[in-house]
């Protein structure tokens, strides 16, 4: 099981640490990635950690987006900063390795002033 957690109100330029936290699985074992959308959009790909540790962004965010894990923890975080309106979305972390793949319920994300 996903739960994500750290979504909320900020105003533009600001920042915002997103946390996905895996409960009865070990998320070093997996590839993890961080999709939004948007009302109106379809889900899309914001960033993902490879289980080798590659991380790969989407263009909007490259360079204020962060993503990383903590193993300790088991989590994997996505830091945020530079926040524009349009970065305003649901945030789903998703974890996967062939065949499995499992999402996490969403954390809202505005940026508004």
């Known amino acids: 099981q996903l739960v994500e957690s750290g979504g909320g109100l900020v105003q533009p330029g600001g920042s915002l640490r997103l946390s996905c936290a895996a409960s009865g699985g070990d998320l070093s074992a997996y590839s993890v990635?961080?999709?939004?959308?948007a009302p109106g959009k379809p889900r899309e790909l914001v960033a993902r950690v490879t289980i080798g540790d590659t991380t790969d962004y989407a263009g909007p965010v490259?360079?204020?987006?962060?993503?990383?894990?903590?193993?300790?923890?088991?989590?994997?975080?996505?830091?945020?900063?530079?926040?524009?309106?349009?970065d305003t979305a649901v945030y789903y972390c998703n974890a996967w390795r062939n065949p499995y793949t499992y999402w996490g319920q969403g954390t809202l994300v505005t940026v508004s002033s």
């Open 33 to 37: 990635a961080w999709y939004r959308q």
């Open 62 to 86: 490259k360079g204020r987006f962060t993503i990383s894990r903590d193993n300790a923890k088991n989590t994997v975080s996505l830091q945020m900063s530079s926040l524009k309106p349009e």
